[in-house]
């Protein structure tokens, strides 16, 4: 028995070694995105949060790359470079092509245009979770390549359609987005999102335990506690990815409340798929293959019967059944 105990040990060494030498691989990557020794912090309190992609050109790296070889320089030598005007590189591979739009501040801006336009992507440049390729994008001026990540990463919240829910508590959940915040900040927070009577539901109120194996909250419910993350954090800048999927009407309405108030007095990048932002979006941009091919209000664009925006609205709209065939609602043109 000793003996077959003590085989049974090297059996285990060699596992767990090789179990740590992948841990270690993973905790020696080298974060693709890096902060210059020179950066800058933006003051949150001259923030007005105007953000501008300006002639922005992305490719997604390759995967190879991603073990920490894409810092611009490197990135650079992998060959993607674009010469002068009039020799762009066009077609495959390029997620955005010499996209520029400017959101002044305070302004709702709503992104359309069909699946793989490159929605998400011209998202995803704001807070840096990747950088351009070419191109920049600035937040009041500022190169967002030239700030601190810490202060960039305040400057900019974000509401994704699938909010990430930790093992925890409720209160944890909320409290992620600004540490240290009191009580009663967390609890107006949740009541602005309209989560709080939900959350005072629960035997347990706030303690109750979430996340992957906790307890399992509807995707309205998710939505709503993501809204209350962004408005305890309060960043001047907030990205909306809309939620496609269908709500029922009370939560609909719970929901579209609580991302009134989110967005209210802040400048809004909305990938929006609901009829009642894009209508409230001070400017619309339309996107197809990767460009901004049309700019402008509601108004404005259903104007053009033949432009990108009339041929979504109506093909949504003219769908029978009131639809979609994806499962979104009759109100979810795009
Ligand atoms: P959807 O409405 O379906 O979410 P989208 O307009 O948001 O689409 P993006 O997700 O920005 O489009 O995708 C733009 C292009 O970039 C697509 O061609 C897509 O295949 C590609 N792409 C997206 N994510 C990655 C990635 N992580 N790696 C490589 N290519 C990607």
Redesign the pocket.
């Known amino acids: 028995m000793p003996l077959m105990q003590l085989m049974r040990v090297s059996l285990d060494v060699q596992t767990s070694l090789a179990l740590f030498r992948r841990i270690f691989e993973y905790l020696d990557l080298e974060p693709a995105i890096t902060e210059r020794p020179d950066a800058v912090a933006l003051d949150p309190a001259r923030l007005r949060g105007r953000v501008e992609l300006r002639g922005v050109w992305f490719r ?1 790296p390759e995967p190879r790359a991603l073990s920490g070889a894409v810092d611009r320089d490197r990135f650079g030598d992998s060959g993607v470079r674009i010469e002068a005007d009039g020799d762009r590189p066009t077609g495959p591979g390029w ?1 955005l092509q010499d996209v520029s739009l400017v959101v002044e501040p305070g302004q709702l801006a709503a992104i359309v ?1 069909p ?8 998202t995803y440049l704001v807070p840096r979770f990747y950088d351009v390729t070419e191109g920049a994008v600035l937040i009041d001026g500022h190169d967002v390549r030239d700030l601190t990540l810490s202060s960039l990463a305040d400057a900019v919240g974000m509401v994704t359609q699938e909010p990430y829910l930790f093992h925890g508590t409720i209160r944890d959940n909320i409290a992620y987005a600004r540490p240290g915040a009191t009580a009663e900040e967390i609890e107006r927070a949740a009541r602005d999102a309209n989560i709080h009577d939900r959350i005072m539901s629960f035997p347990e109120g706030y303690e109750t335990i979430t996340g992957e194996r906790g307890y399992r909250l509807s995707g309205g419910e998710k939505q709503r506690l993501a809204i209350a993350r962004v408005l305890l954090k309060d960043p001047r800048i907030l990205v909306l990815d809309e939620a496609t999927s269908a709500l029922d009407t009370e939560t609909e309405r719970l929901v579209q409340e609580a991302l009134e108030r989110a967005t209210r007095s802040r400048t809004t990048i909305a ?1 929006a798929h609901r009829l009642s932002t894009i209508r409230s979006a001070d400017v619309i941009f339309g ?1 197809q293959d ?1 460009r901004v091919v049309e700019r402008g209000t509601h108004d404005e664009l259903l104007a053009d019967p033949t432009g990108l925006y009339a041929r979504l609205y109506v093909e949504q709209f003219s769908r029978p059944g009131g639809r979609a065939d994806d499962g979104r609602r009759a109100d979810v043109p795009i």
């Open positions: 997604y997620a245009g699946s793989g336009s490159g929605k998400t992507t011209a990938i996107l990767g």
